[in-house]
C-alpha cells in the first residue's frame, strides 16, 4: 500500500475540497468514475511524488486541482498555529509556451471562473489573472512558466510546490535549478507528471527511483490480483489475464512494486495511470479507444499513450568496442610529447552541487591528419565543483595546455564564462548555446547576445560519427576514468517515425560529450578543420 506518512497539514484533504467546490465545464467536479486518483491527490509529498500517465486519462485536471486546492487551503507557514491559510506559492512547469497557455486557459482559469465557491471567496478581478500569474484572494499565488533548454525565464522566485508537467521532455539540469527557488519553503512538494517514452528520460528515472506503485484489481472469479497491461485486453472487455473472466477496474488498490524505494535517500512515491483504469466509465468506448488502438497503431504509441508504459525501440549509439577502437597507447592527463600543435579546450557547465550534471573540461590538439586527439579530461565533483574553485583552476589548466581558444557551455555557464574571459582574455573564449530546434547544422551567430546557437542533434551526430569512423583519438581505454566512458555511452537515438525524425536523449550524464564538442567547434572556429555533418 502507499505510504501515507507525510501527515496533511490542511484539515481538508484535497479530494474532498475539489469535490465540494469544484466546478469543470458546468457541472460540479467529480471522482467518481476514476477514485483511484483520489489517494493520488491527498497524498503530501515527502519529497516528490512521480506520475506516470496514459494520455487523455485526466492528467491536467489532477495537476490543476491539486495546485488550486493547494493554494486554497494551505498557510505560508505550516509550522505555525492558527497561521492564516494563504499565501502558499505554486509554480507549473512545461517544456513550451504552448502547453503552458493550454493549461492555464483549459485547466486553472475554468475552475477558478465557474465555480461558485472559489469565485465568491478567492477571486477578484483587481487581483492578477494573466496567463502566467494568478493571484487569490488570500494571497497565494500560481505562477505558470515554460522550460525546454534553459531555466532562465524561471529565476528569482520564491515557490513553496512545483508541478512539472510533461516531464519526459524536460532536462534534469534544467530542473535542479528551477528546484533552487523552493530554498526557503517549508513544503518543498514536487510532483513529476508525465507520458513515458522509453526506459531512458527525465520522467523513466524518477520512475525508477519511485515506489512504482501499481492499480492491482482483485478478479472476482478467482481471486487473484492483476497489474493492468496488454494481456488484460480482450474484445468482450477488460479481463482477468488468469481466467478470461471480466474484471471492474474500480475492485483494487494501489500496490508499490518497489517498495525498497522508501529506504532510498533520494526516492519518492511514484503512481502508473493507464487508460484501461478507466473501463467502466461511461464516456469510454472500449472497441474505439481501446481495442482499434491495440489492433491497429504501433506498440511505441500504444504503451505510451494507452497503458501509459515505456517502449523501448531506440538503440544506443556508441559501443564501448567502438570507443576503445579510437584509443591509443598513450595516458590522459599526462605531457603532449608529440609536434607543437595548436590545442583547444571544451567547457560544459554543470550545477555546483549536482548528481545530474557536472562540469567537464576537455582539451584537444589537432594532428597533422587534423584528426582530434584527446589530451586531458576532468570531471569536477564534490568541493572542486564550486564555482570559485573552477573559475580559479580552470585557467591554470588552459595555461598548462597552451590552449589556443576555449568554446564554452552558454546554456549552464554565461556568468562562468564572463569570468572565464576576465581571466583569460575575452578574445580566447567563444559561448555556444545547443537548440533543439534550430533547423541549421552549421552554429549560427547571435549577434546581439554574442554567443553561436548550435544544432544540438547536428553537433552530437558529428561526434558520433567522428567514434565510429575512428576520426577522434582518445588515450589509453584504462586511463580514461569511468565516468567519462559512461558518459559517452549513456545517449539513446529516439526515432519519432511520426514526424520522420530524431533525438539523442539520456537519462544519465553526459557531460564529457558536451566538453569534446565544445573544444571541436573552438577548434573549427580556428581553422584547425573543417565540419562534416555526415550522417
Request: charged fraction near 25%; proline fraction near 5%; charge should be neutral.
Amino acid at each position: 500500500m502507499i505510504n501515507k506518512k507525510a501527515a496533511p497539514v490542511s484539515t481538508i484533504l484535497r479530494s474532498q475540497f475539489a469535490e465540494s467546490f469544484f466546478h469543470l465545464n458546468g457541472m460540479p467536479f467529480s471522482l467518481d468514475d476514476y477514485a483511484f486518483m483520489r489517494p493520488i491527490y491527498d497524498l503530501n509529498p515527502n519529497r516528490v511524488i512521480t506520475l506516470k500517465t496514459a494520455r487523455q486519462v485526466s492528467k491536467s485536471t489532477l495537476e490543476a486541482n491539486i495546485i488550486l486546492a493547494n493554494s486554497c487551503t494551505l498557510p505560508r507557514d505550516p509550522t505555525t498555529p492558527g497561521h492564516y491559510p494563504g499565501g502558499f506559492r505554486s509554480l507549473y512547469v512545461s517544456p513550451s509556451v504552448d502547453q503552458t497557455k493550454v493549461f492555464s486557459y483549459d485547466r486553472i482559469g475554468p475552475v477558478i471562473e465557474e465555480s461558485p465557491f472559489i469565485k465568491k471567496h478567492y477571486y477578484n478581478r483587481a487581483l492578477r489573472n494573466n496567463v502566467f500569474n494568478k493571484t487569490l484572494v488570500n494571497r497565494a499565488n500560481i505562477y505558470l512558466r515554460y522550460a525546454l533548454l534553459s531555466p532562465d525565464r524561471l529565476r528569482g522566485m520564491s515557490i513553496d510546490a512545483i508541478c512539472w508537467d510533461e516531464a519526459q521532455d524536460l532536462l534534469p539540469d534544467v530542473m535542479e535549478i528551477v528546484r533552487q527557488s523552493m530554498f526557503t519553503s517549508k513544503y518543498k512538494w514536487e510532483w513529476v507528471v508525465g507520458t513515458p517514452k522509453r526506459r531512458q528520460g527525465t520522467l523513466a528515472k524518477y520512475w525508477r527511483n519511485s515506489t512504482q506503485n501499481e492499480w492491482a484489481v482483485k478478479c472476482q472469479h478467482c481471486d487473484k490480483y492483476n497489474i493492468l497491461t496488454e494481456f488484460n485486453i480482450s474484445h468482450k472487455g477488460l479481463v482477468c489475464k488468469y481466467c478470461d473472466k471480466m474484471l471492474d477496474p474500480r475492485i483494487g488498490q494501489w500496490v508499490a512494486t518497489n517498495p525498497d524505494a522508501r529506504k532510498m535517500a533520494n526516492s519518492n512515491e511514484g503512481f502508473r495511470v493507464s487508460q484501461l483504469q478507466f473501463a467502466n466509465a461511461p464516456w469510454l468506448d472500449w472497441g474505439q479507444d481501446i481495442l482499434h488502438k491495440y489492433e491497429n497503431e504501433g506498440r511505441a504509441v500504444f504503451f505510451n499513450e494507452v497503458l501509459g508504459l515505456e517502449y523501448d525501440d531506440g538503440v544506443a549509439t556508441l559501443t564501448e568496442a567502438e570507443i576503445k577502437a579510437c584509443c591509443k597507447d598513450e595516458y590522459l592527463n599526462g605531457q603532449w610529447y608529440g609536434p607543437p600543435r595548436r590545442t583547444y579546450m571544451g567547457i560544459d557547465w554543470g550545477p555546483a552541487n549536482s548528481n545530474n550534471s557536472y562540469t567537464v573540461v576537455a582539451v584537444m590538439a589537432i594532428d597533422e591528419y587534423f584528426v582530434p586527439r584527446i589530451l586531458y579530461m576532468k570531471r569536477f565533483v564534490g568541493a572542486e565543483a564550486n564555482f570559485e574553485y573552477l573559475h580559479d583552476e580552470i585557467p591554470k589548466i588552459a595555461n598548462h595546455w597552451k590552449v589556443s581558444l576555449i568554446g564554452g557551455d552558454r546554456g549552464m555557464g554565461e556568468a562562468s564564462n564572463a569570468e572565464l574571459r576576465r581571466r583569460v582574455g575575452k578574445e580566447k573564449l567563444f559561448e555556444f548555446q545547443h537548440s533543439a530546434t534550430l533547423k541549421q547544422k552549421h552554429p549560427q551567430w547571435n549577434a546581439k547576445g554574442q554567443f553561436y546557437v548550435t544544432n544540438r542533434n547536428a553537433e552530437m551526430g558529428e561526434f558520433f560519427n567522428r567514434v565510429k569512423r575512428k576520426q577522434i583519438v582518445f588515450p589509453k581505454f584504462e586511463s580514461i576514468e569511468k565516468p567519462h566512458v559512461d558518459d559517452m555511452l549513456a545517449i539513446t537515438v529516439d526515432y519519432d517515425e511520426m514526424h520522420n525524425r530524431m533525438a539523442y536523449i539520456n537519462d544519465e550524464p553526459d557531460d564529457t560529450i558536451h566538453a569534446i564538442i565544445f573544444g571541436l567547434m573552438a577548434a573549427r572556429i580556428g581553422g584547425a578543420f573543417e565540419s562534416t555533418y555526415i550522417y
